[in-house]
């Protein structure tokens, strides 16, 4: 079984940064793939960014040349670099693994862009 914690949350500026981190436990965290994703009232869960166990990266349009996705295996850690900060990226983001089809999610961490 796979668990996921997320860290670095909070209230920041537009314009500003944070970096969010995702510590898996098991033995299977550099075999699964992993991914970010966010919520808000009312609507659905989205993807933010994932990474392949290869390395292997994708964005949603919405976040493409501010965020950075990345992981460290060593450290059983995922990331999230968050640049240039909107207010749209108000959310609970989630760290969510893949791995031989069963998917694990964290319990989120929220992020609040002041405007």
């Known amino acids: 079984q796979v668990q996921l914690v997320e860290s670095g949350g909070g209230l920041v500026q537009a314009g500003g940064s944070l970096r969010l981190s995702c510590a898996a436990s098991?033995?299977?965290?550099?075999?699964?793939?992993m991914g970010w994703y966010r919520q808000t009232p009312g609507n659905e869960r989205e993807l933010v960014a994932r990474i392949s166990s290869s390395g292997r990266t994708n964005y949603a349009d919405s976040v493409k040349g501010r965020f950075t996705i990345s992981r460290d295996n060593a450290k059983n850690t995922m990331y999230l670099q968050m640049n240039s900060l909107e207010p749209e990226d108000t959310a609970v983001y989630y760290c969510?693994?893949?791995?031989?089809?069963?998917?694990?999610w964290g319990r989120g961490t929220q992020v609040t862009i002041s405007s």
């Open positions: 098991g033995r299977v965290f550099k075999n699964a793939a």
């Open positions: 969510n693994a893949v791995f031989l089809g069963a998917a694990y």
